[in-house]
């Protein structure tokens, strides 16, 4: 699976922007995407995940605000980022996990990352 995001970008506080991930290869063994972020000087965080449309989750600090989705059809999951704030500057990561169901095997993927910047 190789995954590539874009949509990152510099915007004031208050701004949007909306992240994309595309994916490609072994596509039908994923079974769960997400975003995670990593501050200078910071640990990676998860910033949200999704199983399915039923099975969702956020990180506190962007509840409210972020909200991600897949298009299956595309192969591509997006991260809506609304009212963004100084600390949300980051680098954001795509992450995908394939199951060991049929072919497809237990792995762990990550995209290169798009830079975001907010300022104040």
């Known amino acids: 699976v190789q995954l590539v995001e874009s949509g990152g970008g510099l915007v004031q506080a208050g701004g949007s922007l909306r992240l994309s991930c595309a994916a490609s290869?072994?596509?039908?063994?994923?079974?769960?995407m997400g975003w995670y972020r990593q501050a200078p000087g910071k640990e990676r965080e998860l910033v949200a995940y999704m199983h399915s449309v039923s099975s969702i989750s956020y990180a506190d600090s962007v509840k409210g605000r972020f909200t991600i989705s897949r298009d299956n059809a595309k192969n591509t999951l997006y991260l809506q980022l609304n009212s963004l704030k100084p600390e949300d500057t980051a680098v954001y990561y795509c992450?995908?996990?394939?199951?060991?169901?049929?072919?497809?095997?237990?792995?762990?993927?990550w995209g290169q990352g798009t830079q975001v910047t907010v300022s104040s």
């Open positions: 992450n995908a996990i394939t199951e060991q169901v049929g072919l497809c095997s237990t792995d762990d993927y």
């Open positions: 290869g072994d596509t039908i063994c994923i079974s769960t």
